[in-house]
């Protein structure tokens, strides 16, 4: 876990409406922030001499936001991301922590590996970062990593993604072994043999767009063999990138059984469809995704399980690709967008605009419950935890430029949208690093030290 | 139907960009430039001082000849680019390649590659005109636009016939392209095949989809058998060579089911044995040699139509 | 506008043409008619029958596209491209005297296209040029054989000529603004 306290400053955000939902609170509350940790919740709370930022009316702060599934491709791709670029795209996101997938190169399989992520990461200082090991060395899916070194060195999860967990022995290992730590295992589901080399959702767009097709239920019996394995083992699993209605179905069941099996889904699977590939010319490069974009009645279904709290993760999948790889006809191009700094309007305009849940809900999938899956903390406000804070303007609107992406790749489907709701400020350690420059009365929230 | 007076885009990536009147001007003029292969000089001026270049990332010796030769007829300016198998791999050659190309200013490119969306990726970046002869498992539109002037030809209309398309239709182009074109000009399209060759969302398109021959051809005017290539002969796909001739191959014998004036069509090049009987395809119903000859007719047509300045007059 | 030729103007100005086509080629053996898409064709059929008529021999007639053989290929954003048509020559033009036919004579241009397109037929002992109107403003070192009328115009006028065979009446008319027709 990188340390960005803050140790000398003492100041105190008022009156803004506080929403964290773990402690109930609703509100407008002071928040007062000594060495970077929260060490006062109140109302009216004496400033006696520190520096006091009012929060502007219709923002709201919240727990900081974490990103529980990221590819900073630090090590070995940095021409498409590097762990100071993603973590301060997270933070212009408004996104306070992030964990890092171990698909690098090298893998993030051994501690040296987890230790240098952690290293460039206190370098850059932005966002806090969780490194998330490799389940089988290499992730070549044959022998399981040294998971108890890995979790010393910081490592809050084990994945082998990108790929599934290659057999269902070596899951069953991993589940067993990880449950030792109290470490979920990610998994990345997808029967490659019936994703053989397919690019698109199998349906009738990718069919008369002549794209290979990656049936739905590629995902789904993968789900279905974890969740049984997890049930067997008493592991904890959580599926990552959910798309189709069939996977949701089975968490659902599972966890109607008592399995511990949790799972997230991604703002692009339940703001689009495969029907987007049709646009414009067609086959948009950055409509590519793993999984794919499905079809209307899998988006439904994914809105229904953030609104029947079945899902228990907004995350982004946050996969830069550099602009001359996205360039390439669509089978050739690589899997994957960019989404730290689009998921939060997308999120606010698709979700809370529209009636699906609360800001409230929101902020439980944003924050509370990667928190609580990961065992990180974070995901609520409480006094003597680090001050890790996003300021939300639910009713700012923005537009999205993929050439403004702070990112040091632009591969976004959302280029030009106009949405509802962003993140205003991000907070981390007490330091307001990121204020929005595209909202109206972000800026005060600066205290007049950091200029 | 009339035909359009001009195209509206300046590419033919496609049938699903065309309308109806588009598909009849291209096929009205197709059939003016189907004389000037009659003449002894074989030859018009048309496209003197315009540049085509004919880039083909696949190996495929009918189309590429049809294209230089329609281009020669009208005094093209031409330049074949036939890429490496190996540099195919990496679709960065793609636009590595085109980029050059560009440099040389040609009027039209003509694109054929194994990626579905290959010529639309172009559309995009590229100044030229993009004709695309054939894209991945997408669209082959100048297939399917001489497929039809054969049928037009032969039967004197479009609308209203029964046409059955049999073979490997999930990995086909040519099946996408005609499916287009034919349901567009109002003909009843039956398409048949193995369940495991079979695309999703057919039916949606308005075509009957069946898993007999017999019932595909039945009283139909025309029967276009699609080549099965050679690597899904094997492995899980299909059993044998054997069972496909045997449940889907054109035979004499199921061909009496068809109307009595039936043509058989096959965009080549056949698998004789396999997906028809040579009996067939070198008999009396046969037209595929017409295909060959409309293939040029027809891409001068496209050629033509698409080719020239932008102006406003 | 006037009507500077009238259907009864014109179907004498083609009996005169059919004569004076017989007295300069001495009967008319080896001549073939070749009209020019798309007005041209009919008065090149007329004229065949004119020829019949005025005691001739029957003349072989064919029709010419000359579009593809134009100097100026364009695609029209707004308004129509020409249509290319069939061409339909169903005689050998080697070694015989080619009447080429079109309705009206201007710059020059469509005739020299309609040359050049019918020397890719082959090689005719001549070829000699019938139109209907010749308006003038030349280009080319072109003139007409046989001209229905001499119509002096400006190069802001237009002429348009109208055959029953394709506009359901005959008649030639002057305008002053730009008509396509
Ligand atoms: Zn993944």
Redesign the interface.
Known sequence: MTDVTDVTNAWVLKNGRVIDPRSGRDGHFDLRIEGGRIAAIGKDLPTDGVRSVEVPAGFVVTPGLIDMHVHLREPGQEHKETIATGTWSAVAGGFTAVACMPNTDPVNDSASVTQFILKRAAEANFARVYPIGAVSIGSQGSQLTEMGDLRTAGCVAFTDDGHPVATALLMRRALEYASMFDVPIIEHCEDPSLKGDGVAH????????????IPSVAESIMAERDISLAELTGGRVHLAHMSARQTLRAVRDGKSRGVKVTCEVAPHHFTLTDEALKEG???NTNLKMNPPLREEADRLAMVEGLRDGSIDVISTDHAPHHA?EK???????PFGIVGLETCVPLCIDRLVHAGVISLSRLVELLSCRPAELLRIPGGTITVGAPADLTVLAPDASVTISAGALVSKSKNSPFDGWTLKGAAAATIVGGRVLYTNPAIPGAASLTPSWEN | MTAAVRLRSRHLLGISDLDPSEIELILDTAVAMKEIGTRTIKKVPALRGRTVVNLFFEASTRTRLSFELAEKRLSADTMGITAAASSVIKGETLADTVRTLEAMSPDIIVLRHPSSGAPHLLSTFCHSGIVNAGDGMHEHPTQALLDALTIRERKGRLAGLKVAIVGDLMHSRVLRSNVLLLTKMGVEVRVCGPRTLMPLGLSALGVHVTYSLDEAVKDADVVMMLRLQHERMNGMFLPSLREYFTLFGLTRERLKHAAPDVIVMHPGPMNRGVEIDSVVADGPRSVILDQVANGVAVRMAVLYLLAGEDVTP | MPAVMDADRIGRSLMRIAHEILEHNRGAENLALVGIRARGVPLAERLAANIVAAGGPSVPTGSLDITLYRDDLMRYQVGPQPILRRTDIPFSIDDRTILLVDDVLYTGRTIRSALDALIDFGRPTSIQLVVLVDRGHRELPIRADYVGRNVPTSRQQSVQVRVLEIDGRDEVEVHDAEVTS
Not at chain 1, 202 to 213: I, T, W, Y
Not at chain 1, 327 to 333: E, G, K
């Open positions: 199998e349906g009738a767009v990718a069919s008369m767009l002549g794209l290979r097709g010319a067609g086959y001359d360039a390439l006809t669509f089978d050739h191009a």
